[in-house]
C-alpha cells in the first residue's frame, strides 16, 4: 500500500529533551516536507527537500532540523523542544515538486511541558 | 507572498443540503493550482479537488465542485447532498513554487 507513515503518533516531552519525528514513504517521490498545524493558522511548511541533494527551510524553520539522507525517509529534529512547538505536525511526499498530488502522513500530535 | 484567507471558522449544513465554503487568495501569478483538503477526525489530510488556474472550467468531483473565480481570486467549494461523511475540517490551499500555502479552515458540521 502506498503511504507516508510517521512515527511516532503521539509525543509528550519536557523542555530541552532532543527528539526526533520519522517519517518515511514507499512511493518512491522525489519531494518531501514537513507542516506543522496550529489553530487558526492552518498548515505552515518548516522544511521542504526537493531531492536527496537539496533541502531548504520552509515559512517557520526556527527550532527544527531535517536530513535527507535516502530518498524514503526525511525526519524532523527537534535539538532543544520549547512549549512553542507543541502542535500537530505533518510528513508529506510527492512525486516531484509540482505537488500536483500531495499524500500526506497521518500525523504526530506533539506536547512540549 | 500569497496568502489564502477563509473567513468561515465553522458553517453547518443540514443532511442532503448543499453548502458552500469560501476561499480567497492572494497572488500575482497567472498560472496556479488551487486545491481544497479535507481533515476528518482522525486527522488525515484527504484531496478533494484540485483547479488548475489556465482552465476556465470549474472543477467537479462527484458531489463536490469549485466556483473558480480568478479575477476575484475567489475558490468556493460547494458540497452537494451533503453526508454525514462530510463532517471535517476543509482547509483551501494555493501552490506556490514548492510548497502549499494554506488557510485557516473552515470546521463544517452536517446535521441529520
Known amino acids: 500500500e502506498a503511504q507516508v507513515t510517521q512515527n511516532p503518533r503521539y509525543l509528550i516531552t519536557v523542555t530541552g529533551k532532543k527528539l526526533t519525528v520519522t517519517c518515511s514513504q514507499n512511493?518512491?517521490?522525489?519531494?518531501m516536507s514537513w507542516y506543522r498545524q496550529d489553530p487558526g493558522l492552518g498548515l505552515r511548511q518548516i522544511y521542504y527537500?526537493?531531492?536527496?541533494?537539496?533541502?531548504d527551510k520552509g515559512d517557520v524553520p526556527e527550532g527544527y532540523k531535517v536530513s535527507r539522507k535516502e530518498k524514503r525517509n526525511f525526519p524532523l529534529i527537534l535539538e532543544s523542544p520549547s512549549p512553542n512547538q507543541t502542535s500537530l505536525y505533518f510528513c508529506?511526499?510527492?512525486?516531484?515538486?509540482?505537488?500536483?498530488?500531495?499524500?500526506f502522513g497521518p500525523g504526530t500530535r506533539l506536547t512540549v511541558t | 507572498a500569497q496568502t489564502v484567507t477563509q473567513s468561515q471558522p465553522e458553517m453547518s449544513v443540514q443532511e442532503a443540503e448543499t453548502v458552500t465554503l469560501s476561499c480567497t487568495y492572494d497572488?500575482?501569478?497567472?498560472?496556479?493550482?488551487l486545491f481544497w483538503y479535507k481533515q476528518p477526525p482522525s486527522r488525515q489530510m484527504i484531496l478533494v479537488i484540485r483547479?488548475?488556474?489556465?482552465?476556465?472550467q470549474n472543477a467537479t468531483e462527484n458531489r463536490f465542485s469549485v466556483n473558480f473565480q480568478k479575477a476575484a481570486k475567489s475558490f468556493s467549494l460547494k458540497i452537494s447532498d451533503s453526508q454525514l461523511g462530510d463532517a471535517a475540517m476543509y482547509f483551501c490551499?494555493?501552490?506556490?513554487?514548492?510548497?502549499?500555502?494554506f488557510g485557516a479552515g473552515t470546521i463544517l458540521r452536517v446535521k441529520s
Open positions: 508529506a511526499s510527492s512525486i516531484t515538486g509540482t505537488l500536483l498530488e500531495q499524500y
Open positions: 512511493m518512491n517521490h522525489e519531494y
Open positions: 527537500s526537493m531531492n536527496v541533494e537539496v533541502t
Open positions: 497572488t500575482s501569478e497567472s498560472d496556479y493550482y
Open positions: 483547479q488548475e488556474a489556465y482552465k476556465q
Open positions: 490551499a494555493y501552490r506556490s513554487v514548492i510548497k502549499l500555502v
